[in-house]
């Protein structure tokens, strides 16, 4: 089985998808590392330096950040900054659209940093992971890369 180490930025309300996710890829003998927090890793913090100390080395662990688009993700503020900072650590980036979700939830970060988007199908998920770049719209179809632009870490 191969294994990589992911950070999934998502909606908490979404948090179901990240086993459903996880499940997908294994059937396909692909094995997802999870850092980032969710309710088997909780955090009770209000005060935003010490949560991005918390999350600036689970997003620097990770090769890649999964970002779960759901319906609601584009109005969370926690993923655009994990996502932004995941761009500034040179990252591969990507956005998986969620049953049901539209191109208009997706989130600005994702739009501007992301390496693929693609719809949930376990074959074009694994092909972003290994950063072979598609960009899809919520129905499938192709879609440009829009804001993407190529990074480098210095």
Same mark, same amino acid.
């Given at each position: 089985m191969k294994s990589k180490n992911a950070f999934i930025s998502h909606h908490g309300k979404d948090e179901e998808h990240i086993g459903k996710l996880k499940s997908l890829l294994e059937s396909k003998g692909y094995q997802l590392k999870n850092s980032s927090i969710d309710s088997s890793k909780p955090n009770d913090a209000h005060n935003k330096e010490y949560i991005k100390s918390l999350l600036r080395p689970r997003i620097e662990w990770a090769g890649t950040v999964i970002c779960l688009i759901g319906d609601k993700t584009a109005t969370r503020e926690w993923v *655009?900054? @994990?996502v932004e900072h995941a761009a500034k650590e040179g990252k591969n980036i990507v956005g998986v659209f969620l049953h049901g979700a539209s191109d208009s939830d997706i989130p600005? !970060?994702?739009?501007?940093y992301a390496d693929s988007i693609v719809c949930w199908n376990s074959d074009k998920?694994?092909?972003?992971? @290994?950063?072979?770049?598609?960009? @899809?719209?919520s *129905?499938? !179809?192709s879609r440009s890369t829009f804001g993407s632009v190529p990074r480098e870490t210095c």
């Open positions: *655009d900054w @994990e600005d !970060s994702i739009n501007q998920i694994i092909n972003a992971i @290994e950063g072979k770049g598609t960009f @899809e719209n *129905d499938g !179809s």
